[in-house]
């Protein structure tokens, strides 16, 4: 009554396994599709199994990619990288992208060689990830430019790709801000569909607003990369007056963390029918969101409890009333469940 569909896997709703793939060092052996399913050596990724109800709740799962990958195979007996470069990569004009692994040798001097959060370099220049659906694409920011415009084109009609009705049905709704990987930030003709992402080695963000078809794709060759990435959509919003993507000047102040832990527990958006929790972590206030995310909240002046995100500029405040402790987010109010604050 209640069946793992494609729809669910492809928009992290499927219930499946959470978590990301760290891929394969030089000289590892690499794990068969049906091993990474299965959780089985030489695979270092838990199983791929349905732990909650399916259609419940956003949570990232790269198992469910894998499951899509496995899927397509058996059902046209191809390669993954051969149906995903016949269905979208050579009809998008992605020139440079690829979904072959291990990468062919041919394209190793193309390659940028990865490094660590310390700037290290990654043994080999990068990892291996057989996980091809969910990890595996090699792309230049010119191949997900063309990717985003060609989207663009589906939006409004005019793709021989991608049909308008099942484009607009795919961002038309959005669980907790999300629509088959992608973030919806903004609304109206402000709205940007939104994507970052990032391997053992790398990390790397896309944009573009639905209505004009403007937006920038950046790529970094580091683990560190995404403050970076982040500093260059600032400015390239303020180059051409986006609305979003903005600097926000707030001042920072202290507060102890005996005054956090009372704010901590989960929180529950009734109206919107979603959650985020709220923890201690290192001393700072956490906001931890169903896909897995984490937002270390900086307390800003303006009230006692009144917190910002320094890479995002997302706030959160919280409220106690009544014996009730709210949290303000996004523009909308959620209450902590009774018995949650720990």
Known sequence: TNPVTFRK??????????????????????????????????????????????????????????????????????????????????????????????????????????????????????????????????????????????????HHGESRVFDQTSIREMLANPVDGHAYGFRLIGDGDATFITHYGGTVGYTAGMTMNLATGNGAVFMTNAEGGSNLGREFLQSVSRVYDWPMFRETRVTAVDRPVELLQPLTGRYVFAEQDWQVSVVVEAGALTLVFPNGDRYGMVPISGGPMEFIHPDTAVRAGFDVEGGETRIRLYGQVGTRETGSNR
């Not at 000289?27 to 109800?53: F, H, M």
């Not at 063309?146 to 663009?152: M, N, S």
Request: net charge negative; hydrophobic share 35%; proline share 9%.
């Open 9 to 154: 896997l492809l928009s992290h709703t499927s219930g499946i396994t959470p978590g990301g793939y760290r891929g394969y060092a030089d000289g590892e052996a690499i794990p068969t599709d049906q091993q990474v399913a299965n959780g089985t050596p030489p695979a270092n990724s838990p199983k791929v199994e349905v732990l909650r109800p399916p259609g419940e709740e956003l949570s990232y799962s790269g198992g469910g990619y894998t499951m899509v990958e496995i899927a397509l195979q058996d059902l046209l007996r191809r390669p993954f990288e051969q149906i995903l470069g016949e269905w979208v990569l050579t009809p998008v004009g992605m020139r440079q992208a690829d979904f072959t692994q291990p990468l062919p040798a041919a394209s190793h001097a193309r390659a940028a060689r990865g490094h660590d959060g310390e700037g290290g370099a990654v043994r080999g220049g990068w990892h291996t990830h057989p996980e091809q659906a969910a990890a595996g694409l090699w792309a230049t920011p010119s191949d997900m430019a063309a990717f985003l415009i060609e989207l663009w084109k589906g």
